[in-house]
């Protein structure tokens, strides 16, 4: 295996944050879930979770799947998305960095061992999740920034991300 393949590559590839059932849960034995928030939950200009995501976490809560929040936005962004649904939520945590996914592990009780991250960045949330030795969910973003840092990191990822999704021939396929 490849060093950018030990780092980059997640271990399912899916459509969207709403394939993550309890189904999916259950069958990959998922107990808790640190997510992402931007572009993997809601745009950037939803400040609080909506319906959808209000709903898709009811329906994990209902068997007892632990989510957390662990974005690199900032404090206020992160801790108004995370009140309504009253999950631990940790901001500017330097992903790829381990310290924020230590410290949702710890806030859920949880183990690596039945923790995954979701998230829809290779160089941040993928590889923060390999470092830290959990599996990692991939979903596409949903309106990504225009800007020429987060057009230049998707050039960079898109080959592996063709690469991972041709291997893994698709949804719910472990890669």
Known sequence: MSVFDRYLKPDYILDTF????????RKYDIKAL??????TLVTY?????TEAVTAW???LDDIGVKLSFVSNNEAERVTRFAKPLGVPAFYKSGKPSRRGLRMAVEAMGSDPMSTVLLG????TD????KRFGIRAIVVPPI???TTLFFRAKRAIERPFMNKYTKQGAGK????
Request: proline letters at 8%; aromatic letters at 6%; hydrophobic letters at 30%.
């Open 34 to 39: 640190i997510c992402d928030i931007d572009n």
């Open 172 to 175: 719910n396929v472990k890669t």
């Open 57 to 59: 976490y009811r329906s």
């Open 18 to 25: 709403k394939d993550v059932t309890p189904e999916f849960c």
């Open 126 to 129: 993928v590889m923060a999740a």
């Open 143 to 145: 309106k990504d920034k």
């Open 45 to 49: 200009d939803d400040p609080e979770p």
């Open 120 to 123: 829809d960045q290779l160089l």
